[in-house]
């Protein structure tokens, strides 16, 4: 169930303003505050077969944004693409560091470090 709520937790933060009102507003209280159907039968004024059936609308919607966008799946791309070249600066940095006999191109390698990497 967790990764239910963490997949649709992403998706409304890529599509979540692209849902009708109702919709959003039943899978952020259910996905995200964790509301329970009553509550937010209760909230919305509407059934619990509505808040039903807005979850599922929601959910459908979502995944099918994702499906034909892709935008999360890009943006887990890009991540991973930014992940792998900051592993090849570091081992780049940490090599020339250890060529190095200069303690002052030391402190400038250490410099550099923490301005890519914090």
């Known amino acids: 169930m967790n990764e239910k709520f963490f997949r649709m937790n992403s998706l409304l933060d890529f599509y979540g303003n692209l849902l009708t009102e109702k919709q959003r507003k039943a899978a952020l209280m259910y996905y995200v505050y964790d509301c329970t159907i009553n509550e937010i039968s209760s909230e919305l004024n509407i059934s619990k077969q509505a808040v039903f059936d807005n979850l599922k609308r929601a959910e459908n919607n979502l995944e099918g944004f994702e499906k034909k966008l892709e935008l999360i799946k ?13 592993r090849k600066i570091e081992t780049i940095l940490e090599s020339i560091e250890k060529e190095s006999l200069n303690e002052n191109n030391n402190l400038k390698f250490k410099e550099l470090r923490k301005i890519l990497f914090d």
């Open 74 to 86: 890009n943006a887990k791309k890009e991540e991973d693409n930014k992940e792998i070249k900051r």
